[in-house]
C-alpha cells in the first residue's frame, strides 16, 4: 500500500468536519438508494470537463477492494478543488449549456459507497494536486500527486465484499452501462472512450424488446415500442437521468394523457436530450414546452404504434382480414377513401412524368449554393483546404469573389473537379497535372471577358470557364508575373503555370458555344472497392442494362431512394460524429448537399461502367455579382454530359459534344412547366407500367407462398393468452385485433380465430377433442373439432361458444337400457327422423341436446338423466295403464325439449299425436 506523505493542510481542507459529511451524505441520498451512483457521477464530471478518454479500474487486495476512475479532462486547479470539490452547491458549470452537471452535488454519492477512504488528483496546465479524505476518522491530508497530464482521477478503498474480482468487474459494468453506456463527448470532440479494465463500456441507446422505432424532436433522439415490462428512461448527453415507468411521470403537472390499451404489453420509451434541465431533486426535470414536445410525439407514436402491434403478434389469414374489415366498415370509411385518393394521384404522377430533360443548367438550378469560409476569397484556393464532401449550412452572408465577366449574363462558372476517390473522404480534387497542350483558338467579338484575382500562393492554377466554352490561349494576360504554359486537364479544362509566386490579375477570353473535345480518363472509373449488399446488388442489376442512357437514368432513381437533399444541423452533426467511411456514412445520415448527393452520384455511375467524376460551379447573375459555390456530375457517354441530383430541376444537356447553347436567363416555374413533353419520356411510361405490374406479381406471389393460417409463436404464448382474454372480456371486441386472430387451433391443422368460431356456432356444434379420438374418422370433413391441447384453446374454454366433446358422443353411442315408458315414443321418432335420437345417460340432472355432423348427415341426439323423477313417476304409471304412462312420459319429454331446436320439439309433437290417436284407438 502506498506511503502517503502528509503536507500541510490548508484552511478549507481543515474544514472538513463530521457535519459537512453528515450534510453531503444526506445531499447524497438524492440520487436514490442504488450505491452505485457514484459511477454515473464519475463518468458525468469526466465528460462535462471535456475528457476524450475515461478508464476505470477494480481489483482486491487482500482483504480490500478498490475502484479507480481515471480521465483526461481539463482538470482542476488547487484552487477550484477547494472552492468546487470540497464544498456543497458550488459549481463551475453552471453557466455551461453543454455539461449535464450543474449541482456541486454528485460527488459526494461516493459516500453511499461507505468507503474507508478516498483519494483525490487533479493536474491542470501541468500542476498536479492530491487529498486523501480519511472517511472513518475524517480526517483529509494534502499528499504528493502522482499525475502528470491534465485530467482527474479518485479511487475509493472499502473492505472487501466481492469473492472474486470478475464478480466486481460484473457488478461494476452491469451499471455503468445502465447509467452512461451511450455517454456522448463535448462537442467538438468526435468521440469519448469510455472503458473498465481496459474492456470497451460504450453502448448504443437500449431500444424497445418490440417494434422499436426512431423519435426525433430537433436536439432530442430515442426509441418508442413496445415489451413485457413498462420503462421510460431519459438521458442528456447519454447519461441516464430518469428512469421511470410511465410518460406522465416526466411531466407531473400535466397529468396522464396516454393510457395503453394493449393488455400484457406496455410502452418503453428512451429520450436522449442534451438540453434538459434537470432540476435540485434529481427526481424531476424543468417542465418546459420542448419537454412537452418530445412527451407528445411519444405519445403519438405509441399511439399510432398500438394499432399495428397487435397486427404483429397475431398475423391474420384472408378470411380473418375480412371478417375485420367488413366488422368495422363504419369506422375505416375514412381510410378507404383516403385510399383511393392516394390511388388516383399516385396514378396521375406516374402518367403525368414531367419533362425533367429539357431544363439547361442556369442559375436558378444553383440556387442551392455550396458556402465555403469567408477566408477563400479566391478561387485558386478553393481546393487548398478540401477535406472531404460534406453537408455545410447556408451562410447568413454570401461569399463575395473577385471576379467578372463580361458581358453580365446568367452563367455558370466552371472552377475546378472533384475526381480522386479516397474511401475515408470520398471524392477529393485531383492534382493539377497534365502533359496535354492547350489548343489553340483565335478571338472573336462575342467572347466572354474574365478577370479574377489569384492569391499567388499556387503555382499551377485552375482557370475557370463557362460552361460550354473554352479558352483563347492567346488572350492571357497577368497584371504581373509571367506564363510559363497553358495545358489541358483530363477534363478538358485549362491550367496555367506560373513561374513566379505572387498576388496579381488574370484576365482572359472564352469562345461561346465552343468546347475543347476529350475523351475519359482510367481515374473517372475509380470505383469503391466494396459496396453495401442491397446497393451492390441494385447496382449489378443496373449494369445489365445495354442502354447507358437507361444505366444513367436508372443510378438517378437508385440515389433518390437512398439520399435527399437537406442542409441542417442535425444531419451536419449525425455527418461529423459518424466515423465510418465516406460512403456508409452517408447512406447512415441519409442526407446531403449538392457535393455529397453528386459524389455519390458520381461513385454509383462508375460502379456501372460510366466514366464520372464531380464539378464545382460558381453561378453568375445577370448583374455580374457571383453567388455561391454548386456541384455537379459529369459523365461520359460519346462525350461530356451533366446532371444535378441535389436540384428539383434534372439537367441533361451535352457538354462537349459540339457548340452548346449559351445559358439562358433564370427559368420561372411556369416557364419549367409549360414546356413540351419529351418523346423520352413519353415513351419511359410503359416501362413504368410494366415495372408495377411485375412488382404487383412479385408480391402477389411472395403472399401465396405464405402460410395459408399464419400461428403466433408458442414462446410468447402468455403474452397472447392475457391479450386474448382481455380482447374477449372486454366492451367492444369489433375492431380489435386480438379478436380475429387465428390462433385456435383444429386436429385437422387448420387456425381459426375466436370470431370465426362464433360465427361458426351459428349453424352447428364445433367439437372439441384429442387427434387420437376413435370418433374421428367418423366424423364429416367440414365439421370443426378443436385441439383441447391447444394452449389457447385452454385458456379461452370460458369464453368459447358451447362445444361439443367427443367423449359425450360416445357416451350416446353406448346408452343405458331404454326405459317401458319411452319405447313406444322412441320407436315413433324412429319412424319419422332415423337421424334424431332419444338416449338415457347416468347422472345428466338437466337435457343434453347434441347436433352433430357425421359421414352419413347431420345427427341429433336428446339425452337425459336415468335417474329423473318424471321418468320414475311415469314408469310407475306404465306398470298400470301401459297407454296412459306412454303419453304421460311424451308430454313431460316435451315440456323438457322447449329450450331445445325448434325441429326436434316439431318432431316430438307429432310423436305424442301419433301416441294420442294410438291410446284411444
Known amino acids: 500500500m502506498r506511503d502517503w506523505k502528509v503536507m500541510t493542510l490548508t484552511n478549507t481542507a481543515q474544514s472538513m468536519t463530521q457535519a459537512f459529511l453528515t450534510r453531503a451524505l444526506h445531499e447524497a441520498k438524492r440520487y436514490g438508494e442504488n450505491r452505485w451512483v457514484f459511477l454515473r457521477e464519475w463518468i ?21 477492494e478498490w ?33 449535464v452537471g450543474v449541482f456541486g452535488v454528485g460527488f459526494w454519492s461516493i459516500l453511499l ?59 461494476i459494468e452491469k451499471h455503468v452501462t445502465a447509467f452512461a453506456g451511450p455517454v456522448q463527448p463535448v462537442p467538438p470532440i468526435p468521440h469519448l472512450k469510455l472503458e473498465l479494465n481496459n474492456k470497451p463500456m460504450n453502448r448504443p441507446l437500449p431500444q424497445p424488446q418490440y417494434m422499436a422505432d426512431t423519435i426525433n424532436n430537433g436536439y432530442a433522439e430515442g426509441f418508442v415500442g413496445f415489451g413485457r415490462k413498462p420503462w421510460v428512461r431519459v438521458y442528456k448527453a447519454g447519461i441516464l437521468v430518469r428512469d421511470v415507468t410511465d410518460l406522465h411521470e416526466l411531466l407531473p403537472s400535466r397529468g396522464q394523457q396516454y393510457t395503453p390499451n394493449t393488455f400484457g404489453i406496455h410502452p418503453q420509451v428512451v429520450i436522449n436530450d442534451d438540453s434538459l434541465t434537470i432540476l435540485m431533486d434529481r427526481r424531476s426535470i424543468y417542465e418546459d414546452a420542448h419537454l412537452l414536445a418530445i412527451i407528445e410525439q411519444c405519445e403519438q ?23 375485420w374489415l367488413l366488422d368495422g366498415l363504419k369506422r375505416r370509411w375514412k381510410i378507404a377513401s383516403i385510399s383511393i385518393v392516394f390511388l388516383v394521384l399516385l396514378s396521375w404522377l406516374i402518367f403525368r412524368v414531367p419533362d425533367t430533360d429539357t431544363v439547361p443548367l442556369t442559375a436558378s438550378t444553383v440556387s442551392r449554393a455550396l458556402e465555403r469560409p469567408q477566408s477563400q476569397t479566391t478561387l485558386d484556393q478553393i481546393f487548398d483546404h478540401w477535406s472531404e464532401p460534406k453537408i455545410d449550412l447556408p451562410q447568413q452572408d454570401p461569399q463575395t469573389w473577385d471576379i467578372s465577366v463580361t ?40 467572347d466572354y471577358r474574365i478577370r479574377m484575382r489569384i492569391s499567388g500562393r499556387n503555382r499551377i492554377v485552375f482557370l475557370p470557364l463557362p460552361t460550354g466554352s473554352a479558352l483563347v490561349k492567346s488572350s492571357i494576360s497577368l497584371d504581373q ?37 476529350v475523351g475519359s480518363h482510367p481515374s473517372f472509373l475509380e470505383a469503391p472497392p466494396k459496396w453495401d449488399t442491397l446497393i451492390q446488388a441494385q447496382l449489378a442489376e443496373i449494369q445489365t442494362i445495354s442502354s447507358l442512357d437507361e444505366r444513367v437514368a436508372a443510378v438517378r432513381i437508385l440515389l433518390a431512394s437512398h439520399l435527399s437533399y437537406a442542409r441542417d444541423w442535425q444531419s451536419i452533426r449525425r455527418f461529423n460524429q459518424s466515423d465510418l467511411d465516406w460512403i456508409q456514412k452517408v447512406l447512415s445520415v441519409g442526407r446531403g448537399d449538392c457535393d455529397v448527393m453528386n459524389g455519390m452520384c458520381a461513385l454509383m455511375l462508375r460502379s456501372v461502367g460510366i466514366p464520372a467524376y464531380v464539378e464545382v460551379g460558381l453561378p453568375m447573375h445577370g448583374q455580374g455579382t457571383p453567388a455561391s459555390l454548386h456541384a455537379w456530375t459529369n459523365y461520359y457517354l460519346d462525350g461530356w454530359h451533366h446532371i444535378d441530383v441535389s436540384s428539383q430541376s434534372q439537367n441533361h444537356e451535352p457538354l462537349g459534344s459540339g457548340p452548346a447553347p449559351n445559358p439562358i436567363p433564370v427559368a420561372t416555374q411556369t416557364d419549367v412547366s409549360s414546356q413540351s413533353p419529351n418523346p423520352s419520356t413519353r415513351s419511359s411510361i410503359p416501362y413504368i407500367a410494366l415495372a408495377l405490374t411485375i412488382s404487383g406479381l412479385i408480391v402477389l406471389w411472395l403472399k401465396r407462398r405464405r402460410p395459408a393460417n399464419p400461428r403466433p409463436d ?155 323423477r318424471w321418468i320414475n313417476e311415469s314408469q310407475a304409471i306404465y306398470d298400470i295403464d301401459a297407454k296412459r304412462g306412454a303419453l304421460i312420459a311424451t308430454v313431460e319429454l316435451i315440456s323438457r325439449t322447449l329450450s331445445l331446436r325448434l325441429h326436434i320439439h316439431r318432431v316430438l309433437k307429432i310423436a305424442r299425436q301419433n301416441i294420442e290417436g294410438a291410446s284411444h284407438g
Open 44 to 64: 458525468q464530471n469526466s465528460r462535462d470537463a471535456k475528457a476524450s478518454h475515461i478508464r476505470l479500474s477494480a481489483g482486491i487486495d487482500g482483504d480490500r
Open 67 to 99: 475502484i479507480e476512475c481515471r480521465d483526461d479532462g481539463i482538470g482542476m486547479t488547487d484552487d477550484e478543488m477547494r472552492r468546487y470539490l470540497f464544498r456543497l452547491y458550488a459549481s463551475s458549470k453552471e453557466v455551461d449549456p453543454a455539461s
Open 113 to 171: 459507497y461507505d468507503p474507508d477512504w478516498v483519494l483525490v488528483e487533479a493536474c491542470s496546465d501541468g500542476i498536479a494536486t492530491a487529498y486523501r479524505l480519511d472517511c472513518r476518522s475524517l480526517d483529509i491530508e494534502a499528499v504528493d500527486p502522482s499525475l502528470q497530464q491534465d485530467g482527474f482521477r479518485v479511487i475509493l478503498h472499502r473492505p472487501r465484499h466481492f469473492i472474486r474480482v470478475s464478480e466486481l468487474e460484473s457488478e
Open 301 to 323: 407514436k405509441l399511439k399510432k404504434k398500438e394499432r399495428v402491434v397487435l397486427r404483429s403478434l397475431f398475423p391474420l389469414n384472408r378470411f380473418n382480414q375480412c371478417l
Open 407 to 446: 458581358p453580365a449574363e446568367d452563367l455558370i462558372l466552371t472552377v475546378g473537379q472533384l475526381s480522386q476517390f479516397d474511401a475515408k473522404k470520398g471524392l477529393l480534387p485531383a492534382a493539377l497535372t497534365s502533359d496535354t497542350a492547350y489548343p489553340e483558338l483565335e478571338p472573336a467579338e462575342s
Open 481 to 517: 508575373g509571367e506564363i510559363q504554359n497553358l495545358m489541358l486537364s483530363r477534363a478538358g479544362s485549362p491550367i496555367l503555370t506560373l513561374r513566379s509566386l505572387q498576388e496579381t490579375h488574370v484576365s482572359y477570353r472564352a469562345r461561346r458555344n465552343h468546347s475543347v473535345q
Open 714 to 868: 408458442l414462446e410468447a404464448a402468455l403474452v397472447l393468452g392475457q391479450i386474448l382474454e382481455h380482447d374477449v372480456n372486454s366492451d367492444n371486441q369489433h375492431g380489435n385485433m386480438a379478436h380475429y386472430a387465428p390462433v385456435l387451433r383444429l386436429l385437422n391443422g387448420r387456425h381459426v380465430s375466436l370470431r370465426q368460431l362464433q360465427q361458426y356456432a351459428k349453424t352447428r356444434s364445433p367439437l372439441m377433442g384429442r387427434d387420437e379420438h376413435a370418433l374421428i374418422k367418423r366424423l364429416h370433413d367440414s365439421v370443426w373439432v378443436l385441439d383441447r391441447d391447444c394452449p389457447y384453446v385452454q385458456r379461452l374454454r370460458p369464453y368459447l361458444p358451447d362445444c361439443v366433446d367427443l367423449d359425450d358422443i360416445l357416451r350416446f353411442d353406448s346408452p343405458f337400457q331404454m326405459p317401458s315408458c319411452l319405447e313406444l315414443v322412441k320407436r315413433v321418432l324412429s319412424s319419422l327422423d332415423k337421424k334424431t335420437h332419444l338416449v338415457m345417460l347416468e347422472n345428466d340432472q338437466t337435457p343434453i341436446d347434441l347436433q352433430v355432423r357425421l359421414k352419413d348427415g347431420l345427427h341429433h341426439w336428446i339425452g337425459f338423466s336415468s335417474n329423473s
